[in-house]
């Protein structure tokens, strides 16, 4: 997985101005590690962030596609499983703790046919960088341009957050790709980082399984969940073992959230956001993604919580950036994370989450 990678030769990069702009507006790099926060952190307040490698928001807000569905054989038996006639039944169907359960008492963000987006800001469009951006909240194309394993010189939210009085110890990250322990330089960063299985990608349940034990045991503040399998069925060309991936990440955050509720300690003190690290090609080029396809630096972002007003999905025009979600990981407690000069991109996490 560390080699995973994009090819092909795909339509010239057109948007080098808009990437200016926003790497102006990102700029700076998470270096500065001295900004304090605004007030003591809410001791009472939790945050769980998950990741979901590649999917697409053209899943997410239409649900399966008919046209890359209709290629497998199967197609007979998938159609009654993901295929209706409208785009709300077809997510639903896909993702129904999203839509059913998350959506009506929190925010999705991204669904560009309605003229709301999100975009990384890396021009590389693979998993590290994008994964580096949303956890530091920038970008950094110089050193962090592949999924080469090389440990992050960049200081992430976790890691600054297991610095923080009252969350230091009580953060840790969960993974599927076996790369994260180089994302999030665990040699440096002290994180207790559970990721890969014998060197090679774990199956997303056997991630779930390991992080739910975990927030059952240790009952973390910060806990990071990083899904993967959606990529790989994705890049294998295989479209409905990549809606089936999905389908049940969904269902360990149905089970994910109904175990927070559960526990006095997290409900209605616990923050979710989901998002993810990177989009994909639209149409033929659906599996691929990387720096010459446009479309797949294309993200979004789900998050439900006692500070995420509920307003459902972002129906109006909106632009929203992927190194955003370090800065809303920390509001979450209630903490200001010394971000790139991106202060006025604030988010959907509008209040301190401990009641
Ligand atoms: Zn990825």
Known sequence: ????????????????????????LLGGGVRAQTTTATGPPPDSANVVLVTIDGLRWQELFDGAD?????????????????MWPT????????????????????????????????????????????????????????RISGNRGIYNPNQTVLEYLNRQPGVAGRVAAFASWEAFPFILNQPRSGLPVDAGLDGRERPDSLTYQAARRYLLRARPRVLFIAFGNTDTQAHAGRYAEYLDATRAIDSYLADLWATL?????YRGRTTLLITTDHGRGRGRLWSQHG????????????????????????????QHYQGQVAGQVARCLGLDYPAPPAGALTGVVTATAAP
Not at 292 to 316: M, Y
């Open 1 to 24: 997985m560390l080699t995973r990678l994009t090819s092909g030769r795909l339509r010239k990069n057109t948007w080098q101005p808009l990437l200016a702009l926003l790497l102006g």
């Open 87 to 142: 785009a709300a039944d077809r997510r639903a169907a896909l993702l129904p703790f999203l839509w059913d359960s998350l959506a009506p008492r929190g925010q999705v963000l991204g669904n560009r046919a309605l003229g709301n987006c999100q975009d990384v800001a890396n021009h590389r469009r693979v998993s590290y960088p994008g994964y580096n951006e949303l956890l530091t909240g920038a970008p950094d194309d110089q």
């Open 66 to 82: 008919a046209r890359l569905l209709h290629r497998d054989p199967r197609y007979r038996t998938l159609r009654s499983r993901y």
């Open 291 to 318: 720096r010459e396809l446009l479309a797949s630096g294309q993200t979004w972002l789900a998050a439900i919580g006692p500070g995420v007003p509920a307003t459902g999905e972002a129906r109006t025009p909106g």
């Open 261 to 265: 509720q559960a526990l006095p300690q």
